[in-house]
């Protein structure tokens, strides 16, 4: 039962981000198919190592960045300004909270489009600002570091079939993903778009804190979608192997596709199909 002073859902549907949050929470996957022991994460200052993502094992607890790993490829320098201008005026920087104290006004931007219950099922809202940056950033490299979820993990276990010593992910596994894929569907891409506006500033500010001072958070963004535009379509059963503990894709070329690429494989063709008009429809905002 939501708290009492909890305002009613709003029909504009939940903010922008929302429907990079629900394809990263999409990737259940990445945080049940893991079992190793946390390690500690690298400060905001650097950039953050991926972490290690493999298959799935079900209820298992995600594994964070590994600091002997190598770095993940920094986004080439910009002298000027974004490759993606931003579709519309920001405020000014100054007038944004820090970002150790931004969690409390991004709620409230939040609650005033969703109730409180709705955005506690999906957001890791404790320095929501920084985990976003993570998440929307790591989409396109092979691994996301599963500490600095600004989503929660997808709910039910996976699901895979064993047979005659091969292993497949079962299309009933692909219905974990109903809801979140209805969410995406039902949001209003100019009511996203405007509010992502709103925050830029400090989205662009964790962004470069994250070891990228000359790279544009918007660029980042354009790339995150248009990598998964591209995920390919996989028809027939998805074929699994387990070398030790953890699932990996029997395909090596796709085990080794980006984060967002899996996601797109991992939630069923159909899904995908609607999750890739949903995505081309917020493009369309943001980039003008």
Known sequence: MPPPNA??????????????????????????????TPRPVPPPTTATAPASESGAAAGAAPAPAQPAEAAPPVP??????????????????????????????????LLKLARRDALAQVLNMPDFARRFVVTVDHLPRER????????????GQLSVASAHGSMTLEPANFARYDAFVRLAESLDPKTMVAIYLRFYPLLQQEYRAMGFPNAHFHDRVIE????????????????????????????????KLSAGRKIMIRIGPEHAAQMKKVLRALRAELVR
């Open 224 to 255: 995150a979608i248009d990598d998964m535009l591209t995920a390919p379509e996989v028809s027939g059963p998805i074929r699994l192997v387990q070398p030790k503990v953890n699932y990996r894709f029997a395909d090596p070329l796709l085990e």
């Open 7 to 36: 305002p009613p859902a709003s029909t504009a549907g939940p903010p922008w981000w929302l429907v990079v949050l629900a394809i990263a929470a999409i990737a259940g996957g990445i945080y049940l198919w893991q079992r190793e």
């Open 76 to 109: 080439a320098p910009v002298a000027d300004g974004p490759k993606n201008p931003l579709p519309g005026a920001v405020p000014d920087a100054g007038t944004m909270p820090p970002a150790e104290r931004s969690d409390a006004p991004i709620l409230e931007a």
């Open 144 to 155: 996301i570091p599963a500490q600095l979820s600004a989503v929660k993990r997808v709910p």
